[in-house]
Each structure stands twice: as C-alpha cells, then as structure tokens.
C-alpha cells in the first residue's frame, strides 16, 4: 500500500516509487556484505595482484583463481600488528602530530596546545 501525501497545489496524491527503509549508519555497516576494490590509482599493488594471480594459475587442473581467493585466503592470516600498520597508514599528517600531542600529554601530564607542543618540539 503506497503512501498518501499532500503535493504542493494541495492535492492529495500516492508517493511514487518504492518505500523506503529508514535504517541507521550502524544498521547499514552491518549488513553489509559486497565490498569492492578500486586499484586504479594504485599501480604497483595492482601489478602485484595481476603477477599472483598469474602464479596462482599457472597449473594444469582446476578452476580459474580470482581475486577473492586470494583474499579469502589472506584474511585469516592478518594479525594485530598487521592491523596497527594499516591503522597507522589511515592517518594524515596533521592526525599523526595530534596523536603524538596526546601522547606527549599523556606521558607527561601536561596540557600543551597543539601551538606549544610543536614550539617544544620543533625548539624554535
């Protein structure tokens, strides 16, 4: 059963098209399950790929290797410091000095601003 709603001119009219689901970030997040990977900037990963898959194929029986086995097999075999490098990698340069901020903070129980701190360290 469509919705009614009232249209500009005050008609009452049907909504058109499919209803919608209200469903939240976290919602979304999780049912996710088709991801895809964009190599297209990334050159030398995507020749790396092209080469393993190559390897991987290079036999006599048995279907054709694709990407996805090889990921599914990659995937167990991450770690947590595998996991800390690819968390390190995600960081701009201006989040990498806050963090360092922090922990300068931290270890020193100060409360310098980002200006301060990096006078301190830079000794100018």
């Given at each position: 059963m469509r919705e009614i709603v009232i249209s500009r001119e005050g008609k ?15 919602e979304r997040k999780e049912e996710k399950n088709k991801f895809f990977v964009?190599?297209g900037n990334d050159q030398e990963v995507l020749l790396l790929i092209k ?74």
């Amino acid at each position: 059963m469509r919705e009614i709603v009232i249209s500009r001119e005050g008609k009452e009219e049907k909504k058109r098209g499919r209803k919608r689901k209200e469903k939240t970030g976290e919602e979304r997040k999780e049912e996710k399950n088709k991801f895809f990977v964009d190599l297209g900037n990334d050159q030398e990963v995507l020749l790396l790929i092209k080469k393993l898959l190559v390897e991987a194929n290079n036999k006599s029986y048995g279907r054709e290797i694709i990407f996805r086995d090889l990921v599914i097999h990659a995937i167990p075999k991450l770690n947590s410091k595998d996991i800390e490098k690819i968390q390190d990698q995600s960081l701009t340069e201006m989040e990498r000095v806050k963090r360092l901020l922090d922990e300068h903070n931290e270890k020193n129980k100060t409360s310098l601003s980002l200006g301060e701190f990096l006078v301190k360290k830079l000794s100018i």
